[in-house]
């Protein structure tokens, strides 16, 4: 097929200017190469900010981040745990974190290891058991973030009241699960959605 005269020329040109002028490259990795402030780099978890919900363990479309609790009475714990070797950069942890600073995409792209520990990232929550039954609330910064949220409006459930005032120093640190059933003398103590429904209906 005979291409336009015009279509020819411009063919001629570009092969030309190429020909005459230096390639465009980067000197990498003699000298680092600085990505745009809107390249999806390595994820990183920044402790202050993340509060610990799993937000983006939900969207996470590789299911790279792990949530593993412990909920040992002495010292309860969550750990998230994102794996970078399984991590596809899409940024959707970092679209759906509800305080919009717990994990974001860094500007790292040039990172190595020889183990899977090596492609890890991690972050250590402290979690709250309830005072009844002992089972796993949410994480204290969790409940915090969520006190600050709803201001005033946080009175109005038990648990968050004794969390806020916990933060002052007004209430004791949490007791000891108990072993005995529920009572009404329960209903102003930190717990779970379960036992709080059974103080209800105790008489």
């Known amino acids: 097929m005979k291409l336009p005269c015009l279509l020819q020329f411009r063919i001629l040109k570009l092969a030309l200017t190429s020909l005459f002028t230096r390639p465009f490259t980067t000197r990498f990795p003699k000298e680092p190469f600085t990505p745009i402030d809107q390249f999806r780099g390595r994820p990183r978890f920044h402790e202050d900010d993340c509060i610990g919900c799993g937000a983006c363990v939900e969207v996470c479309p590789a299911e790279c981040i792990d949530v593993v609790d412990d909920a040992n009475p002495q010292g309860p714990t969550r750990t998230l745990i ?17 305080t919009e600073k717990g994990i974001l995409l860094s500007t790292e792209y040039d990172y190595v290891g020889f183990t899977p520990e090596d492609f890890e990232e991690k972050v250590e929550k402290e979690l709250l058991l ?61 717990s779970c959605p379960h036992c709080r429904r059974k103080t209800a209906l105790a008489i």
Do not use: F
């Not at 946080?154 to 108990?178: D, F, G, I």
């Open 82 to 98: 994102q794996h970078l070797d399984a991590c596809i950069l899409c940024g959707q942890c970092e679209r759906y974190c509800i």
């Open 130 to 190: 309830c005072e009844c039954c002992g089972k796993i609330i949410a994480p204290v910064d969790q409940l915090r973030w969520l006190v600050k949220r709803l201001g005033p409006l946080a009175y109005a459930n038990p648990t968050l009241m004794l969390v806020s005032q916990r933060e002052l120093a007004v209430v004791s640190e949490p007791v000891t699960p108990a072993v005995e059933g529920v009572t009404r003398a329960d209903r102003l103590t930190i």
